[in-house]
């Protein structure tokens, strides 16, 4: 089942989310721009949510399907975890928070913490009751998630007992009968896929987090301050209303925690999580502890709770809350209500879900390493700003597809260094070739001067072009380029034009993305043009021709923006074909006079100054002017 939602238009590629993902569920293909998110590998953490600043990410809502139950006619209990204590501290009285949810339209409303209190005798009797075999806890939906898909041997480890949600679902269908929906609330994202995967019937029918409860209220305009008090619908939870701390369900049964004496660890907290369960398949019989796991830092602190709680804040006003009510409980009446729903089947299995991945040939992930720097001797490190935890599990996770070596700081970095070397390397060539036209100059001073005038022509006839055009020889390095092209390619191109004008010698790899500048490498190859090439970068969609000036030397292109909302394409097209075509001799002829590098500048300047003469004798002579007294 789906959790999270993934809105492509509010994406701003910054991939926090990838690099976020615990399991690496949201991915980036090497040929595609945004991520994408494997449902069938997300375990609902959460995770991505509080990276995702242009929240392109968001949870499955379950408004809609709640709105629609309540207005169905048939009766509709809410189940509420004992959570909000933490969750709701802006509301005075549990009482008001009742009344709240009886007037969104809820028929009966019970609490969570009684299924908490039938699940921890469950737990009781199983983990005291040792028989060799080693647990642990299933509470935690995003945890049983997470063993199904990436360790399914350990399936039969995990306790087989139902979640409090399940129990407390089974007991109000017991207790008021059917027809009957279920709607249970609390902090969890991941208890939205929990209900899907049991085997027997479903006994919940929607399951709303605490901010999608707090839409409700303020949809509806629900507030406390006209409302009276209200109390929970029976049976009432005892200490069951402690679950919400990672330890609370061990503490209601009086579990032994002791380090000395004791057989249950809990860990809790998404940096304990995943390496927990590694050390409990590998070293169980060092260990011989059970484990009580929890993604979060307990259920207070869920992805489905508001964002920025203070957990020990929660956690206190969790405590008091359970306290209150044990003040006045009456537990003579709690004990018979558990005699009552003992029968309520709480045994459950889990099924594997095997959705690990073979690891790539060694030689793949070696290329990779190779790409972003690393070998193998040192690839068991890593910075950690791409996601994984080395440099090694990155390069599997390129090699399977699931990631860009973008994503990779260093290599990044690198790119960017050689760049700027690049950049040097051409100023000193620059360098060296002005040189070396001084001293032609003092030999050659007339013709390095025509040679001059008639690129002044040229290049002003470049830029008043109303399409970019850009001249690069057989390296790649570019020849000329007007500033309509460099305007297309965008602000640092304009940096680097304020340094090298006309970004001539600057390596064309380095501006354009790979299906760019690839069409120039084609050209060059294969000496056959390419017209109306339509081109895909950063968010513009550009029209591209090139064509052969010497062939497998120097190429030229002709680039034009498609993006004019106002005009459909096949007039843009239109457009950009005939002003080709009015276009296309002259850049030739531009071409042909620069299309000598900077290795050949004499036999470039004769070839113009041999082109400017003939185009003088056809010319008809100027009318002579006399000059005034």
């Known amino acids: 089942m789906k959790v999270i939602e993934f809105d492509r238009d509010k994406c701003k590629l910054c991939y926090a989310c990838v690099r976020a993902c615990p399991v690496k569920a949201i991915v980036v293909r090497v040929n595609e721009e945004y991520p994408t998110v494997l449902h069938n590998r997300c375990i609902g953490c959460g995770d991505c949510l509080e990276v995702c600043s242009p929240e392109a990410l968001t949870f499955v809502n379950e408004i809609d399907k709640t709105r629609m139950l309540l207005r169905s006619g048939v009766p509709v209990v809410a189940i509420v975890a004992p959570s909000i204590a933490g969750e709701f501290p802006d509301i005075s009285d549990y009482r008001k928070f009742v009344s709240m949810l009886r007037a969104l339209g809820f028929t009966y409303v019970n609490e969570v913490s009684f299924g908490a209190d039938l699940v921890a005798r469950q737990y009781k009797n199983l983990l005291e009751d040792f028989r060799g075999k080693y647990y642990i806890t299933s509470l935690c939906p995003t945890l049983t998630a997470y063993i199904r898909y990436f360790h399914p041997e350990l399936c039969d480890n995990l306790a087989p007992i139902e979640t409090p949600m399940i129990a407390t679902a089974r007991v109000v269908r017991e207790k008021y009968g059917e027809p009957l929906k279920v709607v249970y609330i609390g902090p969890c994202i991941s208890a939205k896929h929990e209900p899907e995967l049991l085997d027997n019937q479903n006994p919940v029918d929607a399951v709303l987090t605490f901010r999608e409860l707090r839409q409700m209220f303020s949809e509806d305009g629900i507030t406390e301050q006209t409302l009276e008090y209200s109390e929970f619908d029976e049976p009432i939870g005892h200490l069951g209303s402690l679950f919400p701390i990672s330890n609370g369900l061990l503490q209601a049964v009086d579990l032994d925690e002791n380090l000395l004496t004791g057989s249950i660890t809990t860990v809790e907290g998404q940096d304990n999580f995943m390496n927990s369960v590694r050390q409990f398949k590998k070293y169980t019989d060092q260990i011989r502890r059970h484990f009580n796991i929890f993604y979060c830092h307990g259920c207070l602190m869920g992805p489905g709770t508001s964002p920025k709680g203070e957990k020990y804040l929660r956690r206190s006003l969790t405590v008091d809350y359970a306290n209150k009510r044990l003040k006045d409980f009456d537990r003579e009446a709690w004990e018979s209500q558990m005699n009552k729903y003992k029968d309520i089947p709480l045994e459950r299995s889990f099924k594997p879900d095997d959705q690990r991945l073979p690891i790539p040939p060694p030689e793949r992930i070696e290329e990779v390493l190779k790409v972003i720097g690393k070998n193998e001797s040192n690839s068991h490190l890593g910075c950690g700003a791409c996601g994984f935890e080395s440099c090694h599990d990155f390069a599997i996770a390129v090699a399977r597809g699931l990631a860009k070596p973008e994503m990779c700081l260093t290599y990044n970095l690198r790119n960017q260094n050689e760049y700027i070397r690049t ?204 000059e005034e007294d």
């Open 423 to 626: 950049l040097k390397a051409t100023n000193e060539k620059l360098a060296k070739t002005e040189a070396a036209l001084k001293e032609s100059e003092r030999i050659a001073r007339r013709e390095q001067a025509l040679a001059k005038e008639a690129n002044e022509v040229v290049t002003t006839m470049l830029q008043k072009l109303a399409a970019g055009v850009v001249i690069v020889d057989e390296n790649l390095k570019i020849i000329q380029a007007n500033k309509r092209f460099i305007d297309t390619l965008g602000e640092d191109a304009r940096i680097i034009d304020e340094v090298i004008p006309g970004l001539v010698g600057a390596d064309l790899k380095t501006l354009l993305p790979y299906n760019f500048y690839n069409l120039f490498s084609y050209v060059l190859k294969n000496n056959d043009d390419i017209t109306n090439k339509d081109v895909k970068m950063n968010e513009n969609v550009l029209n591209v021709s090139v064509f052969t000036i010497r062939p497998g030397k120097v190429v030229g292109a002709v680039v034009r923006d498609l993006q004019l909302p106002e005009v459909r394409r096949e007039q843009i097209i239109s457009r950009i074909t005939d002003a080709i075509n009015e276009n296309l001799e002259m850049v030739q002829k531009i071409g042909f006079l620069l299309g000598e590098g900077a290795s050949r500048t004499e036999r470039m300047l004769n070839s113009i100054i041999q082109a400017w003469q003939t185009d003088a004798e056809k010319r008809p002579p100027r009318p002579r002017v006399e």
